[in-house]
C-alpha cells in the first residue's frame, strides 16, 4: 500500500526507538528482523533474556542485535519504581507496590517512555486494549492541549470516489466510549492533525450526526453542534463542519441540498463520530461492506506514542504500527 511506504521511509529518514513488551510473543519476535533490516526503528524487547533467545531460536526468528530488557534484572528497575511512586503517590502509590508493578513488562515499558529511554511503545498483540492502555493513560498521559487520548483508523475504499480516492481518516472507533463537547472538540483537532502529518491530506473535518445543520433537535446533536463551534473558535485553521449526516459529509450531491455553505460537506476526508458505539459500528461497517483495509485503531493524543495491536495481528501488521509509532515520534518531538 502507498501510504505505508511512505511511512516506512519517513520512519527510516529518523529512527526512533521503540520498546515491544511483549517480547516473548512469536509475531513480535519474528517482525525483529524486518525492522531491523529496514532501518524503520530500533527495538527494545522486554522479558527474560534466556527465555526471549529460546523462544527466538525455537521458531527461527532472527533477533541478532535487537536489545532486551528484562525488569526482573535490568538496572533501570529501581528507578523506575521510584518514578512511577512519585506520579502515583497521590493515587495510593506506596514505593512497595510501585516496585513490583513496575516488573510488570507493559508498565515497564510504558516507564520507559515516560522517562524518554525510548520514544515510543507498541503492544497489544496479547493484552486487551485496556491493558495497554491504562499505564499509558496514567504515567505517560496526553500531550499538551490535548485533553483526552483518542484513536483513529486510516481506511482505504477499493474503487471509491469519497474522501481522497477513498482514503478517510475515521475517529474516535477504539478508546472514548462517551466524549462530552470538550473532548470531542479535542479529538476533532487531533484528528485534523494526523490526517495532514501521517496521512499527507489537507483535512477537511466533518462532524457527524443524524442531524445535518439543524435539521434535528436533540442533546446528541447539540454536544456534535458545540464541539464543532469550539474547534472553529479555537483553531480556525482547520477547516471543519457539522453537524453532518454522513451522506451530506461526503456526496457531493446530497451536500448542495443539505449544506450548500459548507466548505466540507460533500467532500469530507475526516469523520469525527460522536461516540464510541457510533464510531466502533461504523468503522467495521465500512470495512466489512466496502471490503476497505482499515489501518489502526492507532492512538492519537499521547505525550509519547503509545500504539495497541490487535490480537489478531500479524508479523508484518506489528512492522507497520511500528513504523506509524516512529512517525508519530518525530512529530512529537517537532
Ligand atoms: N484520555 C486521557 N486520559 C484518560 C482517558 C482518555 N481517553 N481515559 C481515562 N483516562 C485517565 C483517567 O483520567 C485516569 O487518570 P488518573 O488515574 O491519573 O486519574 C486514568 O486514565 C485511568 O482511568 P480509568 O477510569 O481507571 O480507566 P478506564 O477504566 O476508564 O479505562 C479505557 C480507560 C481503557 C480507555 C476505557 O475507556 C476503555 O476501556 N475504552 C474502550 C476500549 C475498548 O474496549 N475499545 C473497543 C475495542 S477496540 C476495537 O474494536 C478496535
Redesign the pocket.
Known amino acids: 500500500m502507498e501510504l505505508m511506504k511512505k511511512i516506512w521511509q519517513l520512519a527510516r529518514e529518523n529512527r526512533k526507538k521503540i520498546v515491544l513488551p511483549e517480547g516473548n510473543e512469536e509475531r513480535t519476535l519474528l517482525a525483529c528482523k524486518s525492522i531491523r533490516d529496514n532501518g524503520i526503528a530500533e527495538i527494545i524487547l522486554v522479558g527474560n533474556v534466556e527465555e526471549i533467545r529460546n523462544k527466538a531460536k525455537e521458531i527461527g526468528a532472527d533477533i541478532e542485535g535487537i536489545n532486551i530488557e528484562d525488569p526482573e534484572t535490568s538496572d533501570k528497575t529501581k528507578k523506575l519504581a521510584e518514578t512511577f511512586y512519585e506520579l502515583r503517590k497521590n493515587?495510593g502509590m506506596t514505593l512497595e507496590k510501585a516496585d513490583k508493578i513496575v516488573r510488570d513488562p507493559l508498565y515497564f515499558g510504558t516507564m520507559l517512555v515516560k522517562t524518554g529511554e525510548v520514544d515510543g511503545m507498541v503492544s497489544g498483540a496479547i493484552h486487551t486494549?485496556?491493558d495497554l492502555?491504562?499505564p499509558g493513560?496514567?504515567i505517560v498521559?496526553?500531550a499538551p492541549g490535548v485533553s483526552?487520548?483518542?484513536s483513529f483508523f486510516i481506511m482505504q475504499v477499493p474503487d471509491c470516489e469519497y474522501g481522497q480516492d477513498g482514503m478517510l481518516v475515521f475517529s474516535d472507533?477504539?478508546?472514548?466510549?462517551n466524549p462530552n463537547q470538550d473532548q470531542l472538540a479535542s479529538i476533532a483537532v487531533a484528528t485534523a492533525e494526523t490526517a495532514k502529518n501521517l496521512c499527507g491530506l489537507e483535512p477537511r473535518v466533518a462532524m457527524l450526526s443524524f442531524s445535518t445543520m439543524g435539521s434535528a433537535d436533540h442533546e446528541m446533536v447539540d454536544k456534535v453542534r458545540n464541539a464543532t463551534n469550539i474547534v472553529k473558535e479555537k483553531r480556525p485553521d482547520i477547516l471543519i463542519d457539522g453537524e453532518l449526516q454522513l451522506d451530506a459529509a461526503i456526496v457531493r450531491k446530497v451536500a448542495d441540498q443539505k449544506a450548500p455553505d459548507s466548505d466540507v460537506a460533500g467532500r469530507a476526508n475526516v469523520l469525527v463520530f460522536p461516540d464510541?458505539q457510533a464510531g466502533?459500528i461504523g468503522y467495521k461497517l465500512v470495512q466489512r461492506f466496502a471490503k476497505a483495509e482499515a489501518i489502526?485503531?492507532i492512538c492519537q493524543?499521547f505525550a509519547r506514542p503509545i500504539n495497541d495491536l490487535?490480537r489478531g495481528c500479524s508479523s508484518e501488521d506489528i512492522v507497520n504500527v511500528v513504523a506509524v509509532t516512529v512517525v508519530q515520534a518525530q512529530n512529537c518531538a517537532k
Do not use: D, E, I
Open positions: 493515587k486494549t485496556g492502555l491504562r493513560l496514567q498521559k496526553t483526552v487520548v483518542s472507533c477504539a478508546v472514548n466510549p464510541l466502533n489502526g485503531p493524543g490487535s
